[in-house]
């Protein structure tokens, strides 16, 4: 195991009626002004926005608000954000939703503190001191992405057709009530549990010897296994709560650090190329995109004989299999089970559309640290392995 190091700051308030203490925590570190940031609106129809207000009004938080942040997440909301806190004198956030809008309000945080634009914070063109941030707080509503319990933020550029992450302040306190979630559309909750097991395999198959990383390829693969189960009683009942509480937990543990102990850093492909994918195409979700992707990818890491132990414990330990390309099939039955798509044309994509992801994903300038690839290599990649599945 090569040497590291942990720490995962942010304080977790999980169970039911939670959602009440939001006050207190902001009061107890002598907040009084706060923007609270969020989604389309399904806070209102649920009651959580009444919640969060009544637990303001008691403890007496002033607060400005910041409605319609939308899934893959867009640089102008962030100005406007920004633009907020520094109009009212703010001094933290509070973030109510999934990960969209906790990316949002990681970078809105910043945007409230600096002159200059945040888009060039991403383009790694303006210089700041992350400690002036604000400090933010999160609720959850949707478990999925683990950026209640990360520094990270992926945002995007229309303009540009650039979506890129960086790393901000992790959230101060994170508030998950599993009852949020009971009336998650089924794809919502489908997509959570697939970008978790994204999250995870991105950051472990760096392990070439698994035998030497036992302990967290151990919790990685149950944590896997635990997602799966809990998922499958979901499409059962969706208001089981255990289920939904094992979900949550796991989908902030798949993202937390815990998982990239030993490991090397990990390798994003998938990722990347996801990101590329949604800066052209921004009405399809992340995870759905993750989950057209991940079959042929590993098929790909197969064939190329990268990392091979890695891929066989992961079909042993998850599956029950004894080979990767039987482990890839229980897969891609497990997405078709859920309803999720297993390749690109599943998920809407034609095959004129993938230069452009190429012309996304090299924009982006990430790359992968045990395959890098070349433009040909990248669109064969994309024809050759994730196009289509038998």
């Known amino acids: 195991m090569e040497r590291w190091s942990w720490s995962m700051p942010t304080e977790v308030v999980f169970g039911r009626n939670t959602v009440p203490k939001i006050g207190d925590e902001l009061k107890q570190r002598n907040i009084s002004k ?35 942040i939308q899934p893959n997440p867009v640089v102008e909301k962030v100005r406007e954000g920004g633009a907020l806190c520094k109009e009212h004198g703010l001094q933290a956030i509070v973030a109510v939703g999934g990960g969209s809008v906790i990316d949002s309000s990681k970078a809105i945080s910043l945007a409230a503190v600096i002159e200059e634009d945040i888009w060039g914070v991403y383009e790694d063109t303006v210089f700041y001191n992350i400690k002036e941030a604000l400090p933010l707080f999160t609720i959850l509503t949707l478990s999925a992405t683990a950026s209640e319990v990360n520094a990270g933020a992926v945002l995007s550029n229309p303009e540009k057709k650039m979506k890129i992450p960086h790393m901000f302040n992790c959230p101060v306190v994170s508030i998950i009530d599993p009852t949020l979630q009971f009336t998650l559309p089924w794809n919502q909750t489908v997509y959570g549990a697939m970008d978790a097991i994204s999250h995870i395999l991105d950051t472990s198959q760096r392990v070439a010897d698994p035998a030497k990383n036992d302990v967290t390829l151990g919790i990685n693969f149950a944590l896997i296994k635990s997602i799966i189960r809990a998922a499958d009683a979901l499409q059962q009942n969706a208001e089981d709560y255990d289920a939904r509480a094992n979900l949550c937990w796991a989908c902030s543990l798949a993202l937390c650090g815990l998982q990239n102990i030993g490991c090397n850093g990990g390798d994003w492909s998938v990722h990347w190329l996801e990101h590329a994918l949604s800066a052209q195409r921004d009405d399809i979700a992340h995870a759905a995109g993750l989950a057209a992707m991940t079959p042929g990818y590993i098929t790909y890491f197969q064939d190329q004989n990268i990392n091979p132990l890695f891929w066989e414990r992961w079909a042993r330990d998850v599956f029950g299999v004894a080979t990767v390309r039987e482990g ?28 452009g992801i190429v012309d996304s994903y090299f924009a982006n300038d990430k790359e992968s640290s045990l395959k890098p690839l070349d433009r040909a290599e990248c669109l064969r990649l994309l024809q050759t392995y994730m196009m289509e599945r038998a």
């Open 34 to 68: 706060v923007l609270l940031t969020a989604g389309k609106g399904s806070i209102r129809r649920n009651g959580v926005y009444d919640a969060v207000v009544e637990s303001f009004r008691k403890e007496g938080i002033e607060w400005q608000e910041l409605w319609d």
């Open 328 to 355: 890839v099939e229980a897969l891609v039955a497990k997405l078709r089970q859920w309803g999720a798509p297993v390749c690109l044309r599943d998920a809407g994509v034609s095959a004129d559309e993938l230069p």
